[in-house]
């Protein structure tokens, strides 16, 4: 499969009213997209009608040459606000073996191969050490990489990540970012939600930018949508965010194309 993700002309919403829409775009498989834009322009409801979650308004998406309900299962995904609770006496070990419900079943034994899978899992975030440690006890950043592995361990096609990086100190963050790297070295295809530049370009080998409408409620539209050297630049940044307040890292972005 030579394409993950293809969208014609394509809305996504809930009760009828589109969030995003005029998305047209293929994702190569094996891509590492940094969709990036600013708060309500659309990002966690693209990554939702992608797992067929949201409502698909107009147009037409495929995910993975089929529709976002067949493609599930080889979806994986870690939310923005995780529902989990972290009362509940469970492990870290325990919590990732969930990522393998939607295979086998919740009654259905683990076995020999899915118990490699957890541990494999825990190795790639870098919690092996962790895995009978108590969820709840864990720190933030290692909640979040505990539920990035429950993601994993179903080996799935495409990952979409929403604003993983989110309150994270730096080295649960370099954790991250190595993983992206050696998922798209892998074959893999990533989408993952971020207001951070840098991780588009020290990651990522694509940009989607979303831009908010100009008025409240208006749905997001594409400001752009490339590699990080055709879609990641000054024009189009400031297009999407629309606001010469936000901090765009402008520095950033020119220097870093000027050394390549």
Do not use: W
Not at 99 to 124: H, K, Q, T
């Amino acid at each position: 499969m030579t394409t993950a993700l293809a969208l014609s002309d394509a809305a996504f919403g809930y009760a009828g009213k589109s969030r995003v829409e005029r998305l047209t775009l293929e994702i190569p498989a094996g891509a590492a997209v940094a969709l990036i834009g600013p708060n309500g322009s659309g990002k966690s409801t693209l990554l939702r009608g992608i797992l067929g979650l949201a409502e698909l308004t107009g147009g037409r998406v495929e995910v993975l040459g089929t529709s976002p309900e067949r493609a599930r299962r080889a979806v994986g995904s870690l939310p923005q606000a995780d529902t989990r609770d972290v009362s509940l006496p469970v492990t870290l070990r325990q919590v990732v073996t969930m990522g393998l419900y939607r295979s086998l079943g919740p009654v259905a034994p683990v076995g020999r191969s899915g118990r490699a899978a957890v541990a494999e899992a825990l190795e790639r975030v870098g919690l092996a050490a962790h895995a009978s440690h108590r969820f709840g006890e864990l720190s933030g950043g290692q909640q979040q990489r505990g539920i990035l592995a429950r993601a994993l361990v179903a080996d799935p096609e495409l990952l979409l990540l929403d604003e993983p990086f989110n309150g994270l100190d730096r080295e649960n963050r370099d954790v991250l970012l190595q993983l992206v790297r050696d998922l798209r070295a892998e074959g893999r295809t990533v989408l993952v939600s971020t207001h951070d530049l840098e991780i588009a370009q020290a990651a990522c080998s694509h940009v989607l930018l979303l831009a908010s409408g100009h008025t409240p409620g208006q749905p997001g539209h594409p400001a752009g949508f490339g590699t990080v050297d055709e879609a990641l630049t000054l024009a189009a940044v400031q297009h999407a965010f629309q606001d010469t307040t936000v901090e765009l890292d402008h520095h950033t972005v020119t220097t870093t194309r000027e050394t390549e």
